[in-house]
């Protein structure tokens, strides 16, 4: 089944605490973001790869890394999670970036 | 800046009812347009997309969107809603970055609510 995977679905962590969300594809989609959706404002897309190795900063890239050293992987990592982190994520892929987007479930993400 | 405007917050139809959801764009080029579809703590499903060609373009759950390059608007349309399409909508326009990669900016979406 085509799919795009994220875990954990659900965490709650403590300022500081680094911690990674994996964001998998199974489809050999060239074009994978991850995006935060906030009540009020949309999704809001956090960092953006084009394909293995080329990654670009979103609109809201602060406090966020990602890699992307194999295609079908786009991990988003928080080096020192802050509460205004706390948000509902979300990892995408598509054949390229204008063909529209596979979403995956999405990961709920409470930092206290 | 690229920017993209749902006006409507939220909209309640009732069941067999026509609905027409607003979205606006600002972009410089002829942008890439989407339209999504998120149920409730569900992840978003692709309605459609608008490149080129026919203004107006069919989706699936029988919508369809028409771009209208003068107001810089891309509606979605249905002729007659059913229970079932309660959700929210985000328009979206790809566009292209700075460093020439494309980058996705999203409305604020329009949640729908539909009246037995």
């Known amino acids: 089944e085509a799919q795009v995977t994220q875990n954990p679905r659900y965490l709650i962590t403590v300022t500081g605490k680094k911690l990674t969300v994996t964001c998998s594809q199974n489809m050999n989609h060239e074009y994978m973001s991850w995006y935060r959706q906030d009540p009020g404002l949309g999704l809001r897309q956090i960092y953006y790869s084009m394909n293995v190795e080329v990654t670009d900063k979103g609109d809201v890239p602060e406090g966020y890394k990602v890699s992307r050293k194999e295609k079908r992987n786009f991990p988003l990592i928080l080096e020192s999670p802050s509460p205004n982190q706390t948000s509902l994520y979300f990892c995408?892929?598509?054949?390229?970036?204008?063909?529209?987007?596979?979403f995956g479930p999405g990961t709920r993400l409470t930092v206290l | 800046a690229q920017s993209v405007t749902q006006p409507d917050i939220h909209i309640t139809v009732s069941e067999g009812a026509s609905l027409e959801l607003r979205c606006n764009y600002s972009y410089g080029a002829t942008p890439y347009l989407f339209w999504y579809v998120q149920s409730p703590g569900q992840g978003l499903q692709l309605l459609l997309k608008y490149f080129s060609g026919d203004t107006l373009v069919q989706g699936i759950k029988g919508f369809e969107a028409e771009f209208k390059r003068s107001q810089s608007s891309f509606n979605l349309r249905k002729p007659s809603v059913h229970w079932s399409d309660a959700a929210e909508y985000f328009c979206a326009v790809g566009a292209l970055g700075a460093s020439g990669t494309y980058k996705y900016i999203f409305g604020t979406g329009t949640r729908l609510k539909v009246l037995a």
């Open positions: 995408a892929s598509s054949l390229g970036p204008t063909l529209g987007q596979f």
